[in-house]
């Protein structure tokens, strides 16, 4: 069985990714000023979540926070760069964490880290 002390080590593994999904997303495209919202929202979840990290309800209400935003963003946007926030945003309000149930959130964190890495690229793509 895993520890909470696991459950959040694998919590900052889950921000490091979501940051790293969002890597150089932002280039010469129309939609450059969302490239870079979007941008700034994984910064500010990385560090909150990294803040937060000890306090499990923190940091799973950071994840809520950056799925609602991303959604948000993605509200003012249209076509493909809609699409990739909607596809981040989803896989961000996806993970779910159960103190209780640490082994069912490190069974979950690999589905998890799949699908936004993939989000994260579809994002990259968009914003090239």
Not at 1 to 13: D, G, K
Not at 51 to 79: I, P, W
Not at 91 to 105: N, Q, T, V, Y
């Amino acid at each position: 069985m895993l520890s909470v002390l696991s459950s959040r080590r694998i919590a900052v593994t889950v921000a490091g990714a979501a940051l790293i999904s969002m890597t150089a997303a932002c280039g010469g495209s129309a939609n450059a000023e969302a490239c870079a919202s979007a941008t700034k929202l994984m910064t500010d979840y990385t560090s909150a979540a990294a803040a937060n990290v000890t306090d499990l309800e923190k940091y799973k209400a950071a994840n809520q926070k950056l799925s609602e935003d991303l959604k948000a963003l993605a509200g003012t946007t249209d076509g493909d760069l809609a699409t990739a926030l909607n596809d981040l945003s989803t896989s961000m309000g996806g993970l779910k964490i159960d103190e209780k149930d640490p082994a069912a959130f490190a069974a979950a964190v690999p589905e998890f880290t799949k699908k936004l890495t993939e989000a994260g690229a579809k994002l990259q793509t968009t914003c090239a």
